[in-house]
């Protein structure tokens, strides 16, 4: 079984930066996929960024150009660097590994934009 650790959120005003960390534990001895997921008052919980095994990288078009997801296989881990923070980031961020046809999720971190 997987444990996500997530870190780093907070509070920022706008145009601030972010950096969300999430570091899986456990034996993981297969190809693995990572992504962001934010959920919103109010609104449905949202894929922001994605990262393949392989280093591929998809991003939600809301966030290209302000948002960068990046991976450390070395410690199971997989990073959100976040520029240029709006108000509408405002959100619980939630990392996600994709491991043996299992979806494993973070505890989650307040992300809070405002001035």
């Known amino acids: 079984q997987v444990q996500l650790v997530e870190s780093g959120g907070g509070l920022v005003q706008p145009g601030g930066s972010l950096r969300l960390s999430c570091a899986a534990s456990?034996?993981?001895?297969?190809?693995?996929?990572m992504g962001w997921y934010r959920q919103a008052p109010g609104k449905q919980r949202e894929s922001v960024a994605a990262i393949t095994s392989g280093g591929s990288t998809n991003y939600a078009d809301s966030v290209k150009g302000r948002f960068t997801i990046s991976r450390d296989n070395a410690r199971n881990a997989v990073y959100l660097q976040m520029n240029s923070l709006k108000p509408e980031d405002t959100a619980v961020y939630y990392c996600?590994?994709?491991?043996?046809?299992?979806?494993?999720w973070g505890q989650g971190t307040q992300v809070t934009v405002s001035s």
């Open positions: 996600l590994m994709v491991y043996g046809g299992v979806n494993y």
């Open positions: 456990g034996s993981i001895a297969r190809i693995y996929n």
